[in-house]
């Protein structure tokens, strides 16, 4: 499993306190990222897998937009996604996605992106988890 980060160009901390979550949260994964939606979805087509996670953080609808140009790449994948404020058309319009996760920006908090993001890793943790663990067993046996 790999994560992969889009966080739009919207100023402030709160990209960075994202991605340092995710690297502090979720052991073993680096998440893929992207600095623009182009980017982000090349690196979808080359790089993903069905067990991924995809949270996209959009500072714009324009951003949205290309996204669902590329809808088919999100057809079978767990998406979260972070939209920049609650405009009901957006919102109506970011579910074309399906999104498993939808969340308002909130600056810099990010709990509820969170505990998501940790309960789908429990269900399905990265390969280097499963390793680490896999050691771990091993060690207190002997």
């Given amino acids: 499993m790999n994560i992969f980060l889009y966080a739009g160009k919207k100023g402030g901390a709160g990209e960075s306190r994202l ?20 980017e982000m979805i090349e690196l979808l087509r080359s790089r993903m897998h069905s067990q991924d996670i995809v949270i996209l953080h959009l500072a714009t609808a324009r951003e949205l ?31 074309e996605l399906r999104p498993r996760f939808v969340d308002i920006d909130q600056g810099d908090n990010f709990d509820r992106v969170m505990a998501v993001l940790n309960k789908m890793c429990i269900l399905h943790p990265p390969r280097s ?10 060690e207190v046996k002997h």
């Fill in 19 to 38: 991605a340092t979550l995710i690297d502090n949260s979720v052991t073993g994964s680096q998440p893929y990222r992207a600095d623009n939606p182009p």
């Fill in 129 to 138: 988890k499963l390793k680490e663990n896999a050691q771990k067993n091993t």
């Fill in 65 to 95: 937009d290309d996204f669902l140009a590329a809808q088919s790449l999100f057809d079978d994948i767990r998406l979260l996604l972070i939209l920049p404020d609650n405009n009901p058309a957006l919102l109506t319009k970011s579910h």
